[in-house]
C-alpha cells in the first residue's frame, strides 16, 4: 500500500503518464513544459509511459518535440520496452512471431530477439494499424501449436480525429476467442510495467510517484506498484468518476501545473 505521509517533496523519482497528463491530440497540457524542463534542470530521475507499442523512443520524442516538450530519448518507457524488457528475462529461446509496428520490432531486436513465423517461442501482439487476416490467423496458429501469447497492452480502443479505433486489446481478443489461450498482457494496469520502468532509472516505489489520467490503469497500478498516485484531471477521468472506485489517489489535482509549488 502506499504511505499517506509521502508529498511530492518526498519524490525523488517520477513516472507519469503521457496522453491526458502532458498531451492532448499532440498539444502541450498545462504545466507540462515547465515540469518537464523542471526535472531536467534539477537531474530528477523520470520517465514518461504510454502504453502505446507503436513508437520507437526517437520517434516518440520527435512526436513530443512538436507539442513542445524537450523528452530526451532515454526519459521513455512504452509498452513495448517493457515486453521487451520482460521476455529478455524469461526462459527458452529468444524467438518470436510478431504483430505490431516499429517501436515493438526495435525494442525486441534490443532484447536479443529473432523475428520469426518458425516454430517461435512466443507469440507477440502489440498496436498496428495494418492488421492483417494472414498475421492473425498465423498468429493463432501457432498459438495453438504452443507458443506463449504475450500482449504489449489490454486497451481495447483506442483515440483518432474520427472516433475511436480497434487497438490492441480488441485484437487480443479476437485470438483469444480463436484458441481459449488468455494472453499474458505487460502493459498498464499490469504494475509489471511500472516495476521495469522503476529498473530502469533505479527508482524504489517508497520515494517514486504515478501521474495519470485513468483510474482504472494508471492509478491503480501505481497503487499496487507502492508509489504514490496522483491524478490528473486533464484527461479521461473526473471527480465523479473517482467516485465510482473503491480505491482513492494519494492526490488528485486539475493538471500537472498545480505540482510545480509542490516539488
Same mark, same amino acid.
Given at each position: 500500500?502506499?504511505?499517506?505521509?509521502?508529498?511530492?517533496?518526498?519524490?525523488?523519482?517520477?513516472?507519469?503518464?503521457?496522453?491526458?497528463?502532458?498531451?492532448?491530440? *499532440?498539444?502541450?497540457?498545462?504545466?507540462?513544459?515547465?515540469?518537464? *524542463?523542471?526535472?531536467?534542470?534539477?537531474?530528477?530521475?523520470?520517465?514518461?509511459?504510454?502504453?502505446?507499442?507503436?513508437?520507437?523512443?526517437?520517434?516518440?520524442?520527435?512526436?513530443?518535440?512538436?507539442?513542445?516538450?524537450?523528452?530526451?530519448?532515454?526519459?521513455?518507457?512504452?509498452?513495448?520496452?517493457?515486453?521487451?524488457?520482460?521476455?529478455?528475462?524469461?526462459?527458452?529461446?529468444?524467438?518470436?512471431?510478431?504483430?505490431?509496428?516499429?517501436?515493438?520490432?526495435?525494442?525486441?531486436?534490443?532484447?536479443?530477439?529473432?523475428?520469426?513465423?518458425?516454430?517461435?517461442?512466443?507469440?507477440?501482439?502489440?498496436?498496428?494499424?495494418?492488421?492483417?487476416?494472414?498475421?492473425?490467423?498465423?498468429?493463432?496458429?501457432?498459438?495453438?501449436?504452443?507458443?506463449?501469447?504475450?500482449?504489449?497492452?489490454?486497451?481495447?480502443?483506442?483515440?483518432?480525429? *474520427?472516433?475511436?479505433?480497434?487497438?490492441?486489446?480488441?485484437?487480443?481478443?479476437?485470438?483469444?476467442?480463436?484458441?481459449?489461450?488468455?494472453?499474458?498482457?505487460?502493459?498498464?494496469?499490469?504494475?509489471?510495467?511500472?516495476?521495469?520502468?522503476?529498473?530502469?532509472?533505479?527508482?524504489?516505489?517508497?520515494?517514486?510517484?504515478?501521474?495519470?489520467?485513468?483510474?482504472?490503469?494508471?492509478?491503480?497500478?501505481?497503487?499496487?506498484?507502492?508509489?504514490?498516485?496522483?491524478?490528473?484531471?486533464?484527461?479521461?477521468?473526473?471527480?465523479?468518476?473517482?467516485?465510482?472506485?473503491?480505491?482513492?489517489?494519494?492526490?488528485?489535482?486539475?493538471?500537472?501545473?498545480?505540482?510545480?509549488?509542490?516539488?
Amino acid at each position: 500500500m502506499t504511505d499517506i505521509t509521502r508529498s511530492p517533496h518526498d519524490i525523488e523519482c517520477w513516472l507519469t503518464d503521457m496522453d491526458g497528463v502532458l498531451v492532448h491530440e *499532440d498539444h502541450a497540457l498545462p504545466g507540462a513544459v515547465e515540469l518537464i *524542463d523542471s526535472w531536467l534542470a534539477t537531474s530528477r530521475r523520470f520517465l514518461v509511459l504510454t502504453n502505446n507499442s507503436t513508437w520507437t523512443p526517437r520517434d516518440l520524442a520527435a512526436r513530443l518535440e512538436r507539442a513542445g516538450l524537450h523528452v530526451p530519448e532515454e526519459n521513455l518507457w512504452t509498452s513495448a520496452m517493457a515486453t521487451a524488457a520482460f521476455l529478455g528475462g524469461q526462459p527458452g529461446k529468444k524467438t518470436a512471431f510478431v504483430i505490431g509496428e516499429a517501436g515493438l520490432t526495435s525494442a525486441l531486436h534490443d532484447a536479443g530477439f529473432i523475428l520469426t513465423d518458425v516454430d517461435p517461442d512466443y507469440v507477440v501482439l502489440g498496436e498496428t494499424r495494418n492488421y492483417s487476416f494472414e498475421a492473425i490467423t498465423r498468429a493463432i496458429r501457432l498459438v495453438l501449436a504452443g507458443a506463449r501469447y504475450i500482449v504489449t497492452n489490454p486497451d481495447a480502443t483506442g483515440p483518432s480525429v *474520427d472516433g475511436v479505433l480497434p487497438a490492441t486489446g480488441a485484437v487480443a481478443a479476437m485470438i483469444t476467442a480463436a484458441t481459449k489461450r488468455k494472453p499474458y498482457v505487460v502493459g498498464k494496469p499490469n504494475p509489471m510495467m511500472f516495476r521495469s520502468a522503476m529498473n530502469r532509472i533505479a527508482a524504489h516505489s517508497e520515494s517514486t510517484a504515478m501521474i495519470g489520467d485513468r483510474m482504472d490503469t494508471d492509478i491503480v497500478a501505481g497503487m499496487e506498484a507502492g508509489l504514490h498516485t496522483v491524478l490528473v484531471l486533464s484527461g479521461l477521468t473526473t471527480i465523479a468518476d473517482v467516485e465510482t472506485y473503491p480505491f482513492r489517489p494519494d492526490q488528485v489535482i486539475s493538471s500537472v501545473a498545480e505540482l510545480l509549488d509542490q516539488l
